[in-house]
């Protein structure tokens, strides 16, 4: 198994595609982090997931925080050390998205989606890379989006933090190359999860929907051994949907 020994963490696991990266993570033998903002959370629960993994024959630990807390998502992160003794993979994973004209958004909504998608994702890899260096190895998979490599209208908050994400991915991995870790992204397209309103794009190239186990198979990828010559990249798992040219319809009447 590729990752015996190894200790994972996946923020937003309780759930959709954070639930399908932890548990692949443990059936290769990584112990796993799982983390969701509170227990009991509608539509997941970070302690059914790591329950999952341990019946499943793996080792998993909760961790209930919002990872746009700059304590909380500190805390996550010695939580996994103080447990496991060490941090190799993170998973930048938590998200959340709101549908509608950019003129709608009250601003805790604009603030919530950038500090949830970007601002969280930051602290992670601030919080992290003190151990990782250390010990000079690290995996850091940021979940970017489709959405963050062909901007959407409706999601625009949304997409433009989807950006950012890349962006760090990008400009992090020379930052820590010295160290051997290595940052990368992973860009979903529409996949049937509750944040996505329980459908999927089943019109792209390949004419197929696309699943959190395509997702996790990405992810898995570049957090392995088998990526470590790969680093500040991304890998979109859209099923060529970015390629397509999008049709802009009136959002919202003046």
């Given at each position: 198994m590729?990752?015996?020994?190894?200790?994972?963490?996946?923020?937003?696991?309780?759930?959709?595609?954070?639930?399908?990266i932890?548990l692949?993570?443990?059936?290769?033998?990584?112990?796993?982090?799982?983390?969701n903002?509170?227990e009991?959370?509608?539509?997941?629960?970070?302690?059914m997931?790591?329950?999952e993994?341990?019946?499943a024959?793996?080792?998993?630990?909760?961790?209930?925080g919002s990872i746009s807390?700059y304590?909380?998502s500190?805390?996550?992160?010695?939580?996994a050390v103080?447990?496991?003794g060490r941090?190799d993979i993170?998973?930048n994973?938590?998200?959340t998205?709101?549908?509608?004209?950019?003129?709608n958004?009250?601003?805790?909504?604009?603030r919530?989606?950038?500090?949830?998608?970007l601002?969280?994702?930051?602290?992670?890899c601030?919080?992290?890379?003190?151990y990782m260096?250390k010990?000079?190895?690290?995996?850091?998979?940021n979940?970017s989006?489709?959405?963050?490599?062909q901007a959407?209208?409706g999601?625009?908050?949304y997409s433009?933090t989807?950006?950012?994400v890349?962006?760090l991915?990008?400009?992090?991995a020379?930052?820590?190359?010295?160290y051997n870790i290595?940052?990368?992204?992973?860009?979903?397209g529409?996949?049937?999860?509750?944040?996505?309103?329980g459908g999927?794009?089943?019109?792209?190239?390949l004419?197929r929907e696309?699943?959190g186990?395509d997702?996790?198979?990405a992810v898995?990828?570049l957090?392995s051994?088998?990526?470590?010559?790969?680093?500040?990249?991304w890998i979109?798992?859209?099923?060529?949907?970015?390629k397509?040219v999008?049709?802009?319809?009136?959002?919202?009447?003046v």
């Open positions: 590729r990752f015996n020994g190894k200790v994972a963490i996946v923020t937003g696991s309780g759930q959709g595609i954070g639930k399908s932890a692949a993570l443990a059936a290769e033998g990584a112990k796993v982090v799982t983390n903002r509170k009991g959370q509608k539509g997941g629960d970070a302690a997931a790591a329950a993994i341990k019946a024959g793996g080792e998993a630990v909760p961790f209930f807390d304590n909380e500190k805390k996550l992160i010695e939580t103080n447990k496991y941090i993170l998973v994973n938590a998200a998205m709101l549908r509608g004209p950019l003129i958004y009250t601003e805790a909504q604009i919530e989606i950038v500090d949830i998608n601002i969280g994702c930051i602290f992670f601030q919080h992290a890379i003190p260096a010990q000079k190895y690290g995996k850091i998979v979940i989006s489709g959405a963050g490599l959407e209208p999601i625009t908050v433009a989807k950006y950012g890349i962006g991915t990008e400009a992090l020379p930052e820590l190359g010295y290595n940052v990368n992204a992973v860009c979903p529409s996949i049937a999860t509750r944040m996505g309103e999927s794009d089943i019109n792209n190239v004419h696309i699943t186990k997702v996790a198979a898995l990828f957090a051994d088998d990526a470590q010559s790969i680093t500040s990249t979109p798992v859209t099923s060529g949907t970015e397509r999008l049709s802009y319809k009136p959002l919202f009447v």
